[in-house]
C-alpha cells in the first residue's frame, strides 16, 4: 500500500502542513510519495530532503523577518517583482540541491504553464529549480522559462494535487487544503475604502477554494486547517500556524486510522 501525501498551496497559510506532518509521522503514517504546489511544495520537498519534519520545522522557526525580507529583495519589472535568484541561493543554502528523482519519499513539484494554462509535474531536475518554478505567484515572482513553456505557481492549476499523487501511483491520498473556507466578515467593508480591496482579494479567494474543493474529489481524506486569514508575517512567526495545522490533523486522525485498519 503506497500512501500519497498532496500538499496544497496558500502562501503563509503552507506552513500548517508542517504540523500536519508532524502529527501523520508521530502516529506512524509516512507517505511514499509526496506532491506538492508552491508553498505545499517547498514544505514537502524539505521534508524530503531533510528525512525530518523537525529539521523542517526548525528551519521555518529560525527564518526571521530580515532574512525573509532579504530573500525576497530581489527586484525586477521583467513579468514579475521579484527575480527569484536570492531564493534560489537560500534553498541550496539551507536545504540543498539534490536532483528530486533521488529523494525518498518521492517528490513531485508541481507548477503551471503559464502559456496553456496546463500543470507541470516535476519527476526530476533540481531540488532548488523545480521549486522556485512551483512557487512563483504571478506578479510577485518573475516566471520561469523551461522550454517552450513559461512557468508559474502550481495552485493556478492543481491547487490541491491530489490527483496527481493518484496518477503517480498512490492508493491512498491524503491531501491537505489550505483554502476550504471563506471570508465570514465580506460585508463590513462595503461602506470603507478598504472595501476595492476586498472585492478583488475575496474574488480569488473564490477562485481559490473552488479549485481546492474540485482538487480534493481525488484524495481519501482531506485535512483542512482553519488558516483563513494568515498574513505574510507568519513566514518569521510561525508558531501559532503550525499549531493550527497539528490541530486540523489531530482531529481528522482517528477515522483515517480508522479507514486504513478497514481496507488493509
Known amino acids: 500500500m503506497k500512501i ?14 508542517i504540523g500536519v506532518m508532524k502529527v501523520l509521522l508521530k502516529n506512524g503514517i509516512k507517505p511514499d510519495l509526496i506532491t506538492g504546489s508552491s508553498i505545499g511544495a517547498l514544505i514537502g520537498g ?3 530532503v531533510f528525512g525530518s519534519i523537525d529539521e523542517v520545522e526548525h528551519l521555518a522557526i529560525s ?13 525586477t519589472l ?41 500543470a507541470v509535474v516535476f519527476d526530476k531536475g533540481s531540488f532548488a529549480e523545480t521549486v522556485r518554478a512551483s512557487i512563483s505567484i504571478p506578479f510577485m515572482f518573475q516566471p520561469i522559462k523551461k522550454d517552450d513553456m513559461l512557468l508559474v505557481d502550481g495552485g493556478l492549476s492543481q491547487n490541491v494535487p491530489a490527483k496527481i499523487a493518484r496518477d503517480k501511483g498512490a492508493d491512498i491520498v491524503i491531501g491537505v487544503n489550505l483554502n476550504a473556507r471563506l471570508s ?16 478583488a482579494d475575496e474574488s480569488i479567494n473564490i477562485l481559490q477554494y473552488n479549485l481546492a474543493r474540485e ?3 481525488y484524495a481519501d481524506f482531506v485535512i483542512k486547517p482553519d488558516v483563513y486569514g494568515v498574513r505574510w508575517d507568519s513566514f518569521w512567526k510561525p508558531a501559532s500556524v503550525i499549531e493550527e495545522g497539528e490541530a486540523s490533523a489531530e482531529l ?13
Do not use: W
Open 4 to 17: 500519497g501525501l498532496a500538499l496544497g498551496s496558500g502562501g503563509p497559510r503552507g506552513l500548517a502542513h
Open 46 to 48: 524539505a521534508y524530503a
Open 63 to 75: 527564518s526571521d523577518m530580515k532574512t525573509v525580507l532579504s530573500v525576497l529583495f530581489d527586484p
Open 78 to 118: 521583467r513579468l514579475g517583482l521579484v527575480k527569484g535568484q536570492k531564493i534560489i541561493k537560500f534553498f541550496k543554502e539551507k536545504i540543498g540541491n539534490p536532483d528530486i528523482e533521488s529523494l525518498s519519499p518521492k517528490f513531485y513539484p508541481v507548477a503551471t504553464n503559464l502559456l496553456t494554462g496546463e
Open 184 to 199: 465570514e466578515s465580506f460585508y463590513g467593508f462595503m461602506k470603507t475604502p478598504a472595501g476595492l480591496y476586498k472585492v
Open 215 to 217: 482538487n480534493c474529489k
Open 252 to 264: 481528522i486522525f482517528p477515522e483515517i486510522l480508522k479507514q486504513l485498519k478497514r481496507r488493509f
